[in-house]
């Protein structure tokens, strides 16, 4: 049976490993209850090959930038390798170009930098990990910065720093499916979900 959405899930050098490895369980397992495939997941890093994630943490995306699928829902995580990313343009192109067809962007922690470098927060209101509060500012300054655990501005959804990405993830998949697959989800990870 084939899922009812694509997720692809950005990596790259030093990316915070909660910030990715927490929508990925999440997304993969929603729905998986009731033996229903909603999200098939799959890692894009920004080159080809293993990505070396904080403290070691070596993972082989499925794809590159170069080569992945359209997808119904993006993530682009953070840490502190965002920092890097900022200045690659070939990532914030994957990412501009990503969220022109996709349903939902979901920026977890610092990767609302990288949504505010692709031009996504124009006008719009964010949130990120609060010690990045002003970079966020000043890399889109028509963004309206605010402490909220998850901000849904419609196509975007940003979270704050790292555990949030759990809180956006679950927001996400309420929006995209049921309240019920949502917190079946929560429940089946053990997650006190701050809905």
Not at 36 to 61: E, K, W, Y
Not at 120 to 149: N, S
Request: aromatic share 6%; charged share 20%.
């Amino acid at each position: 049976m084939a899922a009812e959405r694509t997720v692809a899930v950005l990596l790259f050098d030093e990316v915070e490993v909660l910030d990715f490895a927490a929508p990925f369980e999440v997304f993969s397992v929603a729905g998986r209850r009731h033996a229903r495939d909603l999200f098939d997941v799959s890692l894009v890093g920004v080159h080809p090959g293993a990505i070396q994630a904080r403290n070691g943490f070596r993972v082989l995306p499925k794809y590159s930038i170069d080569d992945s699928p359209a997808a119904d829902v993006v993530i682009i995580p953070g840490g502190y390798g965002s920092r890097e990313q900022l200045r690659n343009p070939a990532t914030l192109s994957w990412i501009a170009r990503m969220a022109e067809t996709s349903d939902v962007v979901l920026s977890v922690c610092t990767g609302s930098l990288l949504l505010a470098a692709a031009g996504l927060l124009r006008g719009l209101r964010a949130t990120t990990h609060h010690g990045a509060f002003e970079l966020l500012a000043q890399l889109e300054p028509e963004c309206t910065v605010v402490t909220q655990r998850v901000v849904d501005t419609g196509r975007i959804v940003s979270t704050a720093g790292v555990s949030a990405g759990l809180d956006g993830s679950l927001h996400v998949v309420r929006r995209l499916t049921s309240p019920d697959v949502a917190t079946e989800c929560a429940h089946y990870i053990e997650y006190e979900w701050r809905s």
